[in-house]
C-alpha cells in the first residue's frame, strides 16, 4: 500500500516534470485587431486649473546602486493565474502582478507626499471629485507601444466588464468612478462618484492603472484565455519566463521608460527577479542556506532566534537586519463568518473572543515579539480608534455569554452542546507555522467548553475556500495601505454573501451602510475620523471579527552580496529586500563571485552583521 | 471446546522457536495493550485523586471541574497544579500523576519558556516537547494507538472484501471472474493521493473518512491473491469429494476453501499492518492525512524533520517508528517460517 502512494506519487512527479518542459506561451493567441481611438470630449479642458507636480522631495534611492545579477525568491504555492482581475486573481501572488503597472501617481515613501508616475502633472476639478492628469509622453508598455489616454478611458470599460467575472471591481469602477474624460492623448480627467478630501482623491481613488487596451480582447472567454497571459505593464519589470507549478521569472526593462526621472532613477536593480515556488518553508530556509535564494523573511520569532544561527552568520556571509517601519498594518485577525450557525449568535462570537488567550501565545512561541493587534485598522494615524481595547481572556464572561446563548449543556469532555449540537467551529487557516498559534488557542478555549477544529489548507486552496465564503472562522491578514482606512469592501452589505468579494464575515447592517456611504462622501478629515471611529466601534460591538497579532517591523536575511541603500529602506517599506516595491538595494555580483569563493575556502568574510534599524519606530 | 488442529499445533511451535520474532510478537502485544491504556499513562488527569477523604479517578469519564477541589474556575481541574497545591497544604490530601503527566494536545506554555523544550526530567518531559510545547513522549504513545488501529483496521476491512470478492472470483471462475478482473484492473488505477488530497481539501479528513477512502482504494490487492488460491484449492481432489457427496458452495467455500487459504492471510497480514502505519505517517506527514492537533508519527516526523537543530523530535519518532516497523517485520517473518510446508527452508 505504502508502495502504491509512493509509485503513484513519484508517477505524478514524473508526469509533472514531462509536462512542465515545456514554458508557457506568454502572447495571446488573437488580439484585438482596428482599434478606433475614443473621441474627445466635446466640453474643452477648464481653463483655471492649477497644476501641481512634485519635483523637489528628496530621492529616496541611492546613486551607488548599480544594475545587473538575478534576485532569487520563492513563493509557497503557484497561482491560480496571472490575471490581475477576475476569479482567484486576489491570492498571495497577486503582489508580483499589480506592481509590474504603475498608476498615474505614487507616494513619496518618506515624505508620504504625492509624487509623478504615469502623469507629470495634476489639477484639482472644483468639484472635489474631478482630477486633471498630463500623463508622461515616454510612458511606454512593456511591449514597446505608447501609454495614452486611450487606455485610461479603455480601464472604464474592462473594469465594467461582466467577461472579468470581478463583481468587486464592477462595482467599484461604476459608483466610485463615474468618468475618464479623453482631451487629448496625453491629457485626461478620472472623475470619482463622490467628493473626497484633494490627499486621499489624488492618491487613492482616482489613481487608476490603465490597462493595456491592445492587449484584452473581452468576451465570454476571456476568464479562461487570459488565464496565464500577463499583461503588459508599465514598471521596470515584465514577466519574461513561466514554467507551470515551478517558476515565473521577471525581466528588467533594459530601457525602461522612467530609467531616468526623479524618483525612479538607481532604482529596480537586479537583471532578473527569479520566483520559484517551494512548498514547505522549511525546504525554502535550506533553499537559503545554500545560497539559492537570495533573502529570507524572519519576522517568525523561530526563525530569528533559532534558526538564523551559525557559522553562515557568524562568518559575516548572512546579514540580518531588523528594520521597524510605521505603515498601516495588516489586519491579522480571526474572522468569524457570520453566516455559519452558531457563529450567527453574537453572544457566541464574543464569547469566543473572550475565550482565547492571545497573551499565552505572544509570551511563549512568540518570543514576545509580537503585539496584541486592536481593531481591523491600526497605523491610520487619526483614524484609529484607541479607544478600542481588545477583548482579553475572561473565561467567567465567556461562560456566562454562552449559557445565554443557551449552550449550557457540558458534555464529559467539558465541551458545550445546545440541543444536541456540539460547540465546534472550524478554523482554517493556510500557512504551517500559524499551526503552534493555534493548538494554544484551542486548548484555551476548550476551558470555555469551546472545540476549536483546525484545518490547514494549502494556500491557494484556502484563498479560494475563503473567497468563496465557505469557512467558519479564516485566520489570515489583508494587508493594510493607504491614507485613511477602507471599510466598503470589507464590510458594506453589497458585498455580503456573494463569493469573490473581500466581505469574508458576511458583514450585513443597514447601520453600517449608512455610515460606509457617508463615509465615503465625506470630504472633511475630521467628519471621516469620527465616522471611522463610530464604524470601528460598530465592528468590536459585533465580534464578526477577533484581531490577533501585529508586528510594526520586518525582519530579514540576506546574504552579503545584496548591498542595501543608505538608510537601508524607507518609512513605508514592508520588506527591505523588497524587489518590485522600492527596488533599492542592488545585487554586487563581483562580491557575489568573492563570497563563494571564501565559503570554499572556510574563510570568514567579516564580523557578524545584524542591524537593528528604529528611525522610524 | 475447541481442539488445536495437530497442525496447527506443529505450527504454532515453530513461531515460537523463531525467536526474535517471537519476543517481538509479545513485545508488540504488550505495546499494544499498553497504549490502549494510554489515558493511564501520559495524561493531564490524575489517576487518584485522595481529597477531603473522598477519592477520585478522574482518568475516565466526565471532566471535573475546578471547584470539586476547593479552586474558584469551572472547567477541568489542572491537576499538576492541584498536586502542588496539597503538598504545599500538607493536610494529607494527595493526588497520584500518571507517570507523563501530559496530554498530548496541551501545550506547555509558560512566560519564558520558548518551545521546543529539551528532554527534562524536571518537567517529566522525557522526550522533550515539540514546536507548541507538547509532551513528545504523550503523542507518540497517542499516535502510536491511533496508527494501530488505524492499520488494524484497514486490514480488516480490506482482507474481509478481499477474501469475499477473491474467493468468489476464483470459485465461480469463467464470466464473473473476467468481468470482476477488469473492473479491479480500473480501480485499482485511481490514484488514491489525488483523491484523499481532493477529499482534504474540501473537508477535515477525519480517522473514519481516512480509513474509508483507504479500504475503498486498497481491498484490491487481496483479490488477486485470493483468487489464484481458490482457484488452485477448487481444482484439487477434496473439493471433488465434497462436492460429490454433495456439499453446497457456501460449504465448500467456508469449510474447505477459506482454511486451506487460510496461511496466505495470516502471512500477508504483517506486512500489511507496517503499510497501514507507514501509509498513515506519509500521508500524515504530507499534510493530507488526519488534521492538527491529532496526535500522529507523520506530523512529529514532518516537525523534526522542520526543526533538525531540535533533534530530540525527529529522533524520537524515528527510532519509534523504526522499532515498531522492524518488530512487525520480524513476526512476519517468523510467521511465513512456521507456515513454510518446506520444513527446512530458511529465510534469507
Not at chain 2, 504454532?12 to 519476543?23: A, M
Amino acid at each position: 500500500m505504502m508502495l502504491r502512494v509512493w509509485l503513484v506519487l513519484s508517477l505524478c512527479l514524473a508526469l509533472l516534470a514531462c509536462s512542465s518542459e515545456q514554458e508557457t506561451s506568454l502572447v495571446p493567441a488573437k488580439l484585438p485587431q482596428d482599434l478606433q481611438p475614443y473621441p474627445v470630449s466635446a466640453t474643452p479642458l477648464p481653463a483655471e486649473l492649477v497644476w501641481q507636480t512634485n519635483d523637489s522631495d528628496p530621492e529616496f534611492a541611492d546613486p551607488r546602486a548599480v544594475r545587473g545579477g538575478t534576485l532569487r525568491e520563492s513563493v509557497p504555492s503557484f497561482p491560480l493565474t496571472l490575471r490581475l482581475v477576475g476569479p482567484d486573481s486576489n491570492g498571495s501572488f497577486a503582489g508580483y502582478m499589480r506592481a509590474l503597472s504603475m498608476g498615474l501617481v505614487d507616494v513619496h515613501p518618506n515624505t508620504l507626499r504625492p509624487i509623478p508616475a504615469l502623469a507629470t502633472h495634476w489639477a484639482f476639478g472644483a468639484d472635489h471629485k474631478t482630477v486633471y492628469f498630463r500623463l508622461d509622453p515616454d510612458a511606454r508598455w512593456s511591449d514597446g507601444k505608447p501609454v495614452t489616454a486611450d487606455d485610461f478611458v479603455f480601464t472604464l470599460e474592462f473594469m465594467r466588464s461582466k467577461h472579468i467575472v470581478a463583481p468587486f471591481y464592477n462595482d467599484y469602477y461604476t459608483t466610485q468612478l463615474t468618468d475618464v474624460i479623453k482631451y487629448d492623448d496625453h491629457t485626461i480627467a478620472v472623475v470619482a462618484g463622490n467628493p473626497k478630501p484633494e490627499d486621499e482623491l489624488l492618491v487613492e481613488q482616482v489613481n487608476i492603472r490603465p490597462v493595456p487596451r491592445h492587449f484584452h480582447l473581452l468576451d465570454e472567454q476571456w476568464v479562461r484565455n487570459y488565464n496565464w497571459l500577463p499583461e503588459p505593464g508599465t514598471a521596470a519589470y515584465r514577466v519574461s519566463r513561466v514554467r507551470k507549478g515551478k517558476f515565473v521569472e521577471f525581466e528588467r526593462i533594459a530601457d525602461w521608460w522612467a530609467n531616468d526621472k526623479r524618483y525612479y532613477r538607481h532604482r529596480f536593480n537586479p537583471d532578473r527577479i527569479h520566483v520559484k515556488v517551494v512548498r514547505d518553508n522549511n525546504v525554502a530556509w535550506q533553499y537559503f542556506e545554500k545560497g539559492e535564494l537570495d533573502s529570507f523573511g524572519l519576522t517568525l520569532p523561530d526563525f530569528w532566534y533559532n534558526r538564523a544561527q551559525g557559522e553562515l552568520f557568524d562568518k559575516g556571509y548572512i546579514h540580518k537586519i531588523w528594520f521597524y517601519n510605521s505603515v498601516p498594518q495588516p489586519a491579522q485577525a480571526l474572522w468569524l463568518n457570520m453566516n455559519s450557525p452558531p457563529l450567527d449568535d453574537r453572544r457566541v462570537r464574543v464569547a469566543l473572543a473572550h475565550a482565547l488567550d492571545f497573551d499565552k501565545v505572544i509570551q511563549t512561541v512568540l518570543h514576545g515579539d509580537y503585539s496584541r493587534m486592536e481593531t481591523h485598522n491600526v497605523g491610520y494615524g487619526d483614524y484609529d480608534n484607541k479607544g478600542i481595547k481588545p477583548r482579553a481572556l475572561d473565561l467567567p464572561l465567556a461562560v456566562r455569554y454562552l449559557e445565554e446563548a443557551g449552550w449550557t449543556t457540558l458534555d464529559s469532555d467539558g465541551i458545550r452542546s445546545r440541543n444536541g449540537q456540539r460547540l465546534a467551529l472550524t478554523v482554517s487557516y493556510g500557512r504551517p507555522e500559524h499551526t503552534e498559534r493555534l493548538v494554544i488557542l484551542k486548548e484555551e478555549a476548550k476551558k470555555a467548553g469551546i472545540d476549536l477544529q483546525l484545518q490547514l489548507l494549502d494556500s491557494s486552496a484556502f484563498t479560494k475556500k475563503v473567497l468563496e465564503k465557505n469557512h467558519q472562522i479564516a485566520s489570515l491578514g489583508w494587508s493594510g495601505g493607504g491614507l485613511s482606512p477602507e471599510y466598503w469592501q470589507f464590510y458594506h452589505s453589497d458585498n455580503a454573501n456573494k463569493p469573490q468579494t473581500n466581505n469574508i464575515t458576511n458583514f450585513a447592517d443597514p447601520a453600517m451602510d449608512a455610515l460606509v456611504d457617508q463615509y465615503r462622501a465625506e470630504l472633511s478629515k475630521p467628519v471621516r475620523v469620527e465616522l471611522a471611529h463610530r464604524m470601528e466601534q460598530m465592528l468590536f460591538d459585533s465580534g464578526a471579527m477577533i484581531p490577533t497579532f501585529k508586528v510594526p517591523y520586518t525582519r530579514e536575511a540576506y546574504w552579503a552580496w545584496i548591498k542595501l541603500p543608505t538608510g537601508n529602506a524607507t518609512r513605508t517599506s514592508s520588506a527591505v529586500i523588497d524587489a518590485m516595491g522600492n527596488g533599492l538595494f542592488w545585487i554586487d555580483v563581483e562580491e557575489k563571485n568573492r563570497i563563494r569563493a571564501l565559503r570554499r575556502r572556510g574563510e570568514p568574510l567579516s564580523a557578524p552583521v545584524t542591524i537593528v534599524d528604529e528611525t522610524w519606530k | 471446546m475447541m481442539q488445536l488442529h495437530p497442525q496447527t499445533r506443529r505450527q504454532w511451535q515453530r513461531f515460537r522457536e523463531q525467536r526474535r520474532g517471537y519476543y517481538s510478537a509479545i513485545a508488540l502485544l504488550l505495546l499494544v495493550l499498553l497504549s490502549c491504556g494510554a489515558e493511564l499513562l501520559a495524561n493531564n488527569r490524575a489517576l487518584v485523586v485522595h481529597y477531603n477523604g473522598d477519592w477520585f479517578f478522574p482518568t475516565y469519564g466526565r471532566f471535573l471541574p475546578g471547584t470539586t477541589f476547593g479552586f474558584d474556575y469551572p472547567h477541568e481541574t489542572d491537576y499538576r497544579a492541584l498536586q502542588q497545591h496539597f503538598a504545599g497544604e500538607a493536610r494529607g490530601n494527595w493526588v497520584l500523576m500518571p507517570p507523563i503527566p501530559w496530554n498530548p494536545y496541551e501545550s506547555h506554555a509558560a512566560a519564558g519558556l520558548f518551545p521546543p523544550l529539551a528532554p527534562s526530567l524536571e518537567h517529566r518531559h522525557f522526550l522533550g516537547t515539540d514546536g507548541a510545547g507538547r509532551d513528545i513522549a504523550a503523542r507518540l504513545l497517542y499516535g502510536f494507538r491511533l496508527s494501530m488501529a488505524f492499520s488494524l483496521l484497514l486490514l480488516l476491512c480490506n482482507y474481509l472484501i478481499g477474501t469475499i470478492v477473491g474467493i468468489a472470483m476464483g470459485f465461480y471462475g469463467g464470466r464473473f471472474d473476467l468481468v470482476m478482473q477488469r473492473i479491479i484492473e480500473i480501480w485499482s488505477s485511481i490514484p488514491t493521493l489525488y483523491v484523499i488530497m481532493i477529499v482534504a481539501s474540501i473537508m477535515l479528513p477525519g480517522f473514519w473518512v481516512l480509513l474509508g477512502i483507504m479500504v475503498f482504494f486498497d481491498w484490491t490487492a487481496m483479490t488477486w491473491y485470493m483468487r489464484t488460491a481458490s482457484y488452485k484449492e477448487k481444482a484439487r481432489t477434496y473439493v471433488l469429494a465434497a462436492r460429490a457427496q454433495g456439499a453446497s458452495d457456501w460449504r465448500i467455500i467456508t469449510r474447505h476453501l477459506l482454511p486451506n487459504t487460510l496461511t496466505l492471510l495470516i502471512t500477508f497480514a504483517p506486512f500489511s499492518i507496517t503499510g497501514g502505519i507507514t501509509a498513515l505517517t506519509a500521508l500524515d506527514y504530507l499534510g493530507f492525512g488526519l488534521p492538527p492537533p491529532t496526535p500522529s508519527w507523520g506530523e512529529l516526523l514532518r516537525e523534526g524533520v522542520a526543526r533538525l537543530d531540535s533533534e530530540w523530535i525527529v529522533g524520537s519518532v524515528v527510532v519509534a517508528m523504526i522499532t515498531v516497523l522492524v518488530m512487525v517485520t520480524w513476526i512476519g517473518e517468523a510467521l511465513r517460517e512456521a507456515f513454510d510446508p518446506k520444513k527446512h527452508t530458511v529465510y534469507q
